[in-house]
Each structure stands twice: as structure tokens, then as C-alpha cells.
């Protein structure tokens, strides 16, 4: 594989765009609660297809897009009025909307594939996607499509920022909410029209959702959190392509997508604060330094009645106490809270210290 | 005697289905009261607020705001919602959450700048959060959260504050500082409209009161009509609150 290979970097640069927006605004879709949403657009955009091939008869794939992208505002339109013309909640409104444009969808494609027409063959491309039939007009309508985002996304920031907070707060300060639901959705739906030609109708939810599920992880910060899942999304796409250009019959599309659980997955591991790792140390770290404490409180406990806290005991007293085990002894003897002789223990001035002001402490670090 | 009345009810009907949650409301508000609204669950106390607020749409009824509709008169309301109504785990900190309360007057499309961070670190200052500023609303907890939305609508600098169950699961301290915010905007002239839950500390912290449930039961000063008349009919019990003075 020649990677200066021009259709190679027409593709690679294709996909990183692609990667950089559905990551952007699939942060607002998964803040929103609203990630099956993006399930429902992209597979709601299937019978549009079909249809626009069956008037046009053609495979432009910008009339094809056009399709996808009336049928899922037509899907996300009826999402929205099932949820609040009706009593069923926003997961039956989204399975069902998803289940029956995309049962359509199908059934149009295999009746376009019976018709007596060379043309037809490759419109099923739209289910898994193929990055390699990405030319460099659909490469300049994403980043045109994207750089409108973009201005968008800036000029709107804190109305943004304030809907997918608190709603109804937004409201009562004189924000028109309908607009700016508006104009996110439809940029949403945008993006996944965008991606169905690289990445298909079946994953595309997944690039919007899984660079902003691992940026997430990172970041405190709305702003960050947005730039890093772009960025996530933007590598996803390169390393995507490059794996499957490098390895032969590799479908991009499912590649990109897995990259991108990748960086979802080393995201939930290894994150500083919200990871499952730092959880894990940060968690018997605690165990082990309230273990240490216990002790010492015992310790105290009995030192305390001799007129010299440093008065040697037995570290057989110890042995009724669960918290006792040999590691924690030697742990405080190196903090220097204990010194340990022979068979004995006895507390330092330190230790003896720290014990009566154990619970303070506590609470001082609390505030 | 308060005579200029800063917010009035009139006809209103509310429903989200068929049932009414409100029927035929009519309340007048005097301006500089810290009034409570009581009633049982499912009363349509949260939702009286709303529909003061357009937040909600009335099927009937009108709502006035010193004598306006409320769309002209935005800048003179703040709203404090319930505290479980958003997700706290979103991306923000307590600085920013606060600078929300700047976005109505900024309006669209502007930023907030110096002049709207000095005004919201001062909001922060007075319900005592200065020091979290920086910290991840999620870091929180409840009670700080719910001074954070109480700093959130000072910043807005209103003339009347409608507040959704602020001391709901707040803990003592908090529950003191806010009562004594609130008390200090009603010296200041201000109007406070508080849902609340807890009929003990009515006539501890209030000074008006109306009672709810779908109809209007009644609503004036707390030391007339606080009675067990108004509780069993308002609650469909024997109440036997003692009113302390």
C-alpha cells in the first residue's frame, strides 16, 4: 500500500473530518441522554436512500445523501412527536422508529436489487459503508458541511452549553429552547448523513458516540470535552483507513468504528479521575491507609492510659484486632508513627500525635 | 399593608393529559412578601411555578408580571428549579453554572466577560461557595449544589425569585443559609415565591402563604391563615401544626 497514494489520502483525509465532526457533535447527542438517537437518524436514513435511487434512478451519491437526510429529519421528526403526543418513553419511540424505516429501508433494497437495471448494484454499500468509493467532492462537501458546524458551534456555544444543562432554566431566561434543539438536531443528522456513505447505515451511531463517551472520561470542561472527542474521532478515522488500506479486503468503516471502541475502552481503563483503574488504586490505597489508622487508634487506645505514651506493649495485644497484620505494623514504623522492638511496640511522640487528631483530620480534609 | 402586587393569576388552567393539575387559578401576589406555596404531592405546586414562568403552556388563563405578560418582563424574574432536575454530572464547574444566570441578559449569541464573572464570583461569595469555584458541580454535594442554583438566580439580580423546593434534601447548615438569603431579599423589597414541603418551619420562615391542591385554597398572611382549617382542607386530614409567633 502506497500510503501518498492520492485516492489513499482523499479517503484518510475523508474520514478524519468525518471522525472530527460526528465526534464534536456526538458529545451534545450523549449529554443530551440522547445516544440511541443517532442509532435512529443513520438507520431512518436507509429508505431514503432506496427512494431517491428509484426516482432519479441514478447513483449520484449526493442525490442519494439528499434522500438519507429528508428521511431521517422525517424520522426524527416522528421520534419527537411519539415522545411528546404520546405516553410511550423516548426508547420505545427510538426502537421503533429505528426497527420500521430501516424494515423499509430493506424491503426497498431488495426490491431495487430484482429490477432489471446494471445500475443497481452497490446501493446495499450504504449498510457497512465503503470509505473507498469516497471521491474529493465528498470529501470537500464534509469539510464545508463541517466548517458551517464549526462557525455554528462558536456563535451558539453558551446557548448550547445552558440547553443541554437545564432546559427549563433556558427557557425562563428568554432563549427560544425549540430553535436551539433545532439546530443541534438537525447538525446531528447532518453528520450521520455525512458518514453513511463511509461508515453505513448500521455502525454510524457508533462514530458519534464513542470518541464523546472516551473524551468524556478526560474532562471536566464542555469545551475540552468537545475537542477531544473531535480529536478522538479525527484519529479514529486516520488509523481506521490505514489499517485497512494496509491489511487487503479490510472494510474500513467497521475499523474505524473499532478504533474508535478502542480509544473508548483504554479511556475507561486509564482515565486519571473517572478510569477503572485509578478507581481501583484510589480505592485500596484508602483501604489501606484507613486499615493503618484503625491501628493506630488502638494503639493510641491503650497508650494513652500510661503516663509515658512511649511505654513499650506487647504487639500480642495486638491480636484481637482485625486490622493487625505484620505489613501495617511495618508501615507505621516507617511513617515513624510506631518504633518496634523485638516482641514490642511503642508509639512516638508522632504517632501518638497523629492518633488524637485522627478524626479531625478527617474532617479537615473533607471541607 | 403591601398595596403594588408583583404577580397576578388569573383563570388558570393547567393540564399535561386530560386530568387538571391546576383549575382555575387565581392569585395575586403583593410585591416584597417571602411567601410559601404548600399542598400535598401532585398538588400542581411545581407546576404553578412553571406556568408563572412559561415554561409550561396553560390550556386557560393569563399571568402577570407587574402588570406585563412575563415576556416583557424576563429581567425582573429569576428561577430556581428543583435540584434533581438536571444532570449533575455534566461537564461544568460552580463558576460556570453560575454565569448561566448572566446568559438572559447578555442574550443571544454574546459572550460573557469580566463584568459577568465578577458579578457571578460575587453571587457565589454570598451563599458561601466562593471557595468551590473551580470544582466540578458533581464534586458536590446536595446542599452545595442547591446554593449553587440559589447563586445562579441572585446573579440575575431580579425583583422576584421563584424558587422549586430549595431545601429538599439540603442539610441543616444549608437550609439556614439559604432561609437567611432569602430573608435578606425581602428586606431588600424583593418578592420570594418558595414551593415548600416542610409546614413545621412555615411560620418560621414565611411571611405569606398559599395553599394548593389542583384549586387555589386560600392565600394571604402566614399569622391569618395559617390554620388547621386551611391544612385539612388543603391536605384532607386533621392537621394539629401549632403556630408558633
Known amino acids: 500500500m502506497d500510503f501518498t497514494d492520492y485516492t489513499f489520502l482523499v479517503i484518510t483525509f475523508g474520514t478524519a473530518i468525518l471522525g472530527a465532526v460526528c465526534g464534536m457533535l456526538g458529545s451534545f447527542a450523549v449529554l443530551r441522554k440522547q445516544s440511541l438517537l443517532g442509532d435512529a437518524i443513520s438507520h431512518a436514513a436507509l429508505p431514503g436512500i432506496a427512494i431517491a435511487f428509484l426516482i432519479t434512478g441514478a447513483k449520484d451519491s449526493n442525490v442519494l445523501l439528499l434522500g438519507a437526510l429528508v428521511s431521517g429529519l422525517i424520522g426524527t421528526f416522528w421520534i419527537r412527536g411519539i415522545i411528546t403526543k404520546t405516553h410511550l418513553k423516548s426508547d420505545t419511540a427510538l426502537g421503533l422508529i429505528l426497527s420500521l424505516f430501516f424494515g423499509f429501508g430493506m424491503l426497498l433494497l431488495t426490491f431495487i436489487q430484482k429490477q432489471p437495471n446494471a445500475n443497481q448494484a452497490g446501493l446495499d454499500k450504504y449498510l457497512f459503508g465503503q470509505a473507498a468509493t469516497l471521491l474529493i467532492e465528498d470529501v470537500w462537501l464534509m469539510a464545508i458541511v463541517t466548517s458551517i458546524c464549526l462557525v455554528v458551534l462558536l456563535l451558539f456555544w453558551k446557548e448550547f452549553k445552558i440547553l443541554l444543562f437545564d432546559a427549563d432554566y433556558t427557557k425562563t431566561l428568554g432563549f427560544n429552547t425549540k430553535f436551539i434543539d433545532v439546530l443541534i438536531t438537525s447538525f446531528i443528522v447532518l453528520a450521520i448523513v455525512l458518514g453513511l456513505q463511509t461508515v453505513g447505515v448500521v455502525l454510524m451511531s457508533a462514530m458519534l458516540l464513542a470518541p464523546a463517551a472516551a473524551a468524556r472520561q478526560w474532562t471536566n470542561s464542555l469545551a475540552k470535552m468537545v475537542i477531544l472527542a473531535a480529536i478522538f474521532g479525527a484519529f479514529s478515522g486516520v488509523f481506521g483507513t490505514v489499517i485497512s488500506a494496509s491489511q487487503n479486503n479490510l472494510s474500513t468503516g467497521p475499523v474505524i468504528v473499532i478504533v474508535a471502541g478502542v480509544f473508548v475502552i483504554f479511556s475507561f481503563v486509564f482515565s486519571p479521575s473517572r478510569g477503572l483503574l485509578f478507581k481501583q488504586i484510589r480505592f485500596m490505597k484508602n483501604r489501606r491507609d484507613l486499615q493503618l489508622f484503625k491501628t493506630l487508634a488502638f494503639m493510641h487506645h491503650i497508650a494513652k492510659t500510661h503516663e509515658d505514651i512511649s511505654h513499650p506493649h506487647s504487639i500480642k495485644l495486638l491480636n484481637n484486632f482485625q486490622g493487625y497484620t505484620k505489613s501495617t505494623l511495618k508501615k507505621l514504623e516507617e511513617e515513624n508513627y510506631i518504633s518496634l522492638s523485638g516482641l514490642n511496640w511503642s508509639l512516638t511522640q508522632k504517632g501518638f500525635e497523629k492518633a488524637s487528631n485522627l478524626y479531625n483530620q478527617n474532617t479537615k480534609d473533607d471541607a | ?245
Open chain 2, 1 to 245: 399593608m403591601e398595596n403594588k402586587i408583583a404577580v397576578k393569576v388569573d383563570d388558570l388552567t393547567v393540564a399535561y393529559n386530560y386530568k387538571p393539575v391546576l383549575w382555575d387559578i387565581d392569585l395575586e401576589i403583593p410585591e416584597g412578601v417571602l411567601m410559601a406555596i404548600v399542598g400535598p404531592n401532585g398538588a400542581g405546586k411545581s407546576t404553578l411555578i412553571k406556568s408563572i414562568l412559561g415554561i409550561l403552556k396553560p390550556i386557560a388563563g393569563s399571568v402577570s408580571i407587574y402588570g406585563k405578560p412575563y415576556d416583557k418582563q424576563r429581567c425582573l424574574v429569576a428561577y430556581v428549579p428543583q435540584k434533581g432536575s438536571v444532570d449533575w454530572d455534566f461537564p461544568t464547574t460552580a463558576l460556570d453554572v453560575v454565569m448561566m444566570g448572566t446568559y438572559g441578559s447578555l442574550g443571544w449569541i454574546k459572550r460573557s466577560g469580566q463584568k459577568e464573572k465578577k458579578a457571578a464570583l460575587e453571587a457565589l461569595e454570598k451563599v458561601g461557595m466562593l471557595p468551590f469555584k473551580g470544582r466540578q458541580i458533581s464534586q458536590l454535594s446536595g446542599g452545595q449544589q442547591q446554593r449553587i442554583f440559589l447563586a445562579r438566580a441572585l446573579v440575575q439580580n431580579a425583583s422576584i425569585y421563584f424558587m422549586d423546593e430549595p431545601f429538599q434534601g439540603v442539610d441543616a447548615t444549608t437550609e439556614i443559609a439559604i432561609i437567611n438569603i432569602l430573608k435578606e431579599l425581602r428586606k431588600q423589597g424583593k418578592t420570594v415565591i418558595v414551593v415548600h414541603h416542610d409546614l413545621q418551619t412555615v411560620p418560621e420562615y414565611f411571611d405569606w402563604v398559599t395553599f394548593l391542591n389542583v384549586k387555589k385554597i386560600a392565600t394571604g398572611p402566614v399569622k391569618d391563615i395559617f390554620n388547621d382549617d386551611n391544612l385539612t382542607k388543603t391536605y384532607g386530614i386533621n392537621f394539629q401544626v401549632s403556630v408558633q409567633e
